[in-house]
């Protein structure tokens, strides 16, 4: 990992409904040598008791860190390139859960053990939207026009095992290559969450959130995106009108004309956490700041937040949780356009 210093100006806000705690810090991880110079593409990471998983696309590896005192520590990297079993093939998405870590990459999705032992890998059929570990199953959310349900859960060697979720539009099935495909890719984007008893969907272009039993139920549904503020409420409004009631996909320079919400989400606890984009929709400019949402799990409604200001072209991109003195610590990526480096957010001390 780069050594510079990003030179950052912190100012510290936190505007919040019911603050969790005030007066916290911004401070750079040190990262073991051994990890130097592959932050250069996070795709996602996650935290598992005193470890953080990181998914690196360019080195087709999952590195394994360990938190010591309040640096990382270089433990292994789980998989290696290729298309084999126990091979990965830039990684995309991770989730762990009772000593094991689900690994998406653009071919397949494997399994592994938290100490890097190859237990299974599958190649789900549908394109990828998110998937989250379970007890003895993974739940992946994918896009494929002709099924009616968002989620499927499989069994570690890949077998079917139900369907939840039920899509509530549904398009138009054409040659692969239609504008409806995309559509639904954009629409049905998100994330998900487990805890023990439930299920959580995450809007990423609408702001809602979902909660549904195991079994499938919908329990509780929030539209978020009037609380999020006016920035999110607009980016929702200005979704709706070009993913859905537009009969066509806008698009500048090959990209859709879509605006995200948040960037990433975590679920910690009681609490599920939003990293909000850096984009203002209303002024078009950027947001120079890490800006960081809390909602509870019981009623889907948001409790705090938290707000960094980054210097500019600084930006976040992932986010993580972990519990120290029982507190939680943001951990997130800084991107610059030097690269990525490690950063925690916690209460001062």
């Keep these: 990992m780069s050594k510079r210093h990003l030179g950052l100006i912190v100012f510290?806000?936190?505007?919040?409904?019911?603050?969790s705690y005030a007066d916290l810090v911004l401070r750079k991880i040190v990262v073991d040598a051994k990890?130097?110079?592959?932050?250069?593409?996070?795709?996602?990471?996650?935290?598992?008791?005193?470890?953080?998983?990181?998914?690196?696309?360019?080195?087709n590896e999952v590195f394994c860190y360990q938190f010591k005192g309040d640096n990382l520590e270089y433990l292994?990297?789980?998989g290696n390139p290729g298309q084999g079993p126990g091979d990965i093939q830039k990684p995309l998405a991770l989730s762990a859960h009772e000593g094991r870590i689900a690994i998406q990459d653009q071919e397949s999705l494997s399994v592994f053990s938290i100490d890097g032992k190859f237990i299974s890998k599958f190649k789900p059929l549908s394109f990828f939207l998110g998937l989250v570990l379970g007890h003895d199953r993974v739940y992946y959310m994918s896009s494929n026009l002709s099924e009616r349900y968002l989620v499927s859960s499989y069994s570690f060697n890949g077998k079917r095992l139900s369907e939840m979720i039920e899509k509530k539009l549904r398009f138009k099935a054409g040659e692969p290559d239609s504008i409806e495909h995309f559509r639904e890719r954009l629409v049905y984007n998100g994330q998900l969450w487990l805890d023990d008893d439930h299920l959580y969907f995450i809007s990423r272009y609408f702001g809602y959130i979902e909660k549904y039993s195991l079994a499938g139920e919908l329990l509780l549904r929030n539209d978020l995106s009037g609380s999020l503020g006016d920035n999110a409420k607009k980016k929702s409004e200005i979704n709706r009108r070009e993913l859905i009631q537009s009969a066509e996909l806008k698009s500048i320079k090959g990209k859709f004309q879509c605006l995200e919400l948040f960037l990433d989400s975590y679920f910690d606890g009681e609490y599920l956490y939003l990293l909000m984009s850096q984009h203002d929709v209303l002024n078009n400019k950027p947001i120079n700041e890490i800006d960081i949402r809390r909602i509870h799990s019981s009623d889907l409604c948001l409790s705090s937040s938290y707000s960094i200001r980054l210097g500019e072209k600084q930006w976040g991109s992932n986010l993580c949780i972990r519990t120290v003195d029982d507190e939680p610590v943001f951990v997130v990526d800084i991107n610059t356009s030097e690269g990525q480096e490690l950063y925690e957010i916690r209460k001062g001390k």
């Design 76 to 78: 292994r990297s789980i």
């Design 35 to 59: 990890g130097e110079g592959f932050f250069r593409a996070v795709t996602d990471m996650v935290v598992t008791d005193d470890k953080i998983f990181l998914a690196d696309f360019f080195s």
């Design 12 to 19: 510290l806000i936190i505007s919040v409904a019911k603050a």
